[in-house]
């Protein structure tokens, strides 16, 4: 029965296919936000679907993180596919920004090497000298009030340039934060005291790019990129994922990860049909 045998074979491959293309290139939903290529979502899974710097993390369903980016944590509080941007929001300084009306940062906002992602010129800085021996004579210098744990004076500045300065004033820490420009114009108006926490609490945009230099090929030939572990070497590597399973280079390549895969008369054994006769 050659026919029957042709259609198991074929079967087989199909399998083995369908094996190689990892679920992670589809959707996922956190927190009411959906999760689409090229981000992808964290996991245990050998496997990742997505642009590297681009995985998030979901935490009780209800918060997604950007995590590591700065080594700090930002909370993603919208992603816009059409525009490229993502929205990040301070994850930590979150709970202090509802109670406070001196925000403590402690990290400056920096980009990652190699990161996809970059801020935009919808965004703008806010300056914060915290702990200050002398008065700060800059027109523009807000002091902040109510700052815990703190003898001296605390301003916040609606920009950036001033850190040089925080040393000469006698400052304890000097920290820039980005924010959405249209915010920090629109909050200018409203009291001091709560002016810059809810700036903050409004967040800032990043924008990604929509095709990497390494992932230009394997998209242009039908593929979406990604990440998966080395069979052989071990480690992780850049992935190609295509309709008929994972290369190590562009759809229509030879995988270099692993070997094709190869149907012997022992796997048709494993299916109970060794007995099978022309």
């Not at 245990?44 to 997505?50: E, F, P, Q, T, W």
């Amino acid at each position: 029965m050659p026919a029957l045998l042709l259609l198991l074979l074929a079967v087989l491959l199909l399998f083995a296919a369908a094996n190689g293309y990892p679920p992670t290139c589809g959707n996922a939903t956190c927190g009411g936000l959906t999760i689409a290529y090229p981000f992808w979502l964290n996991s245990s899974s050998a496997s990742n679907c997505g642009y590297r710097g681009l995985g998030l993390a979901c935490e009780g369903n209800t918060t997604l993180i950007l995590p590591a980016q700065s080594h700090h944590r930002y909370r993603v509080s919208g992603i816009d596919y059409d525009t490229h941007s993502v929205f990040l929001v301070d994850d930590v300084e979150a709970e202090a920004l509802n109670t406070a009306s001196c925000p403590h940062l402690h990290f400056n906002f920096t980009i990652d090497a190699g990161s996809a992602l970059q801020l935009t010129q919808s965004d703008s800085n806010i300056t914060f000298f915290y702990n200050c021996k002398r008065n700060a004579s800059w027109p523009s210098a807000v002091e902040l009030t109510g700052c815990p744990d703190y003898n001296g004076s605390s301003y916040a500045f609606a920009g950036d340039g001033y850190t040089d300065e925080a040393s000469e004033y006698g400052c304890e820490a000097a920290v820039v934060a980005p924010v959405l420009d249209a915010h920090k114009k629109a909050m200018m108006e409203a009291p001091p005291a709560a002016r810059y926490v809810e700036v903050l609490k409004g967040g800032f945009e990043l924008n990604y790019s929509p095709h990497s230099e390494q992932c230009g090929a394997c998209e242009r030939s039908g593929g979406w990129c990604g990440y998966r572990h080395n069979q052989t070497h071990g480690g992780v590597g850049f992935a190609c994922f295509c309709d008929g399973g994972p290369t190590a280079d562009q759809c229509g390549t030879y995988d270099a990860f692993s070997p094709p895969a190869r149907i012997t008369s022992s796997t048709v054994a494993c299916l109970g049909f060794q007995n099978m006769r022309s």
